[in-house]
């Protein structure tokens, strides 16, 4: 079975590395060293050739710190929460972009902490 997958796997990753997208791609764009990378690429408009790759890249950013957050932080140590019904993935970026732009503040921190700052004050958890 390993192989096999291999067999299938290995030439659909090559494919997809040589395809005209991923060379056109600037991949530095896509190297978080502040908040505000994070932002820059949360606030690329839809019809920039980099606009799918950067949406996809920020939701999957937001989703995978907050999953890891949920994953490992207690149910009693929680300062964030997510309400119920739980806000879409775009609703969230918007909401992100627009809280950091107004917080210049915190551009330099890492993303992380910055996501952060926002979740609690948009989604505090009702202790």
Not at 7 to 15: N, S, T
Not at 59 to 80: C, I, K, M, W
Request: proline residues 9%; contains cysteine; neutral net charge.
């Amino acid at each position: 079975m390993r192989l096999m997958l291999r067999k299938v796997v290995a030439p659909l990753a090559a494919a997809a590395l040589l395809s005209p997208a991923a060379l056109a791609m600037d991949s530095n764009r896509f190297e978080l060293k502040s908040a505000a990378d994070l932002v820059e690429l949360c606030s690329v408009p839809a019809d920039d050739p980099l606009g799918p790759n950067a949406v996809g890249f920020c939701h999957g950013y937001l989703s995978g710190a907050y999953q890891y957050y949920d994953a490992t932080e207690p149910a009693t140590n929680r300062f964030v929460c997510s309400p119920n019904p739980t806000p879409t993935r775009a609703k969230v970026m918007d909401g992100f972009v627009a809280w950091a732009k107004a917080h210049p503040q915190y551009m330099k921190e890492r993303a992380a902490d910055t996501l952060f700052r926002y979740l609690v004050e948009a989604y505090p958890c009702n202790k």
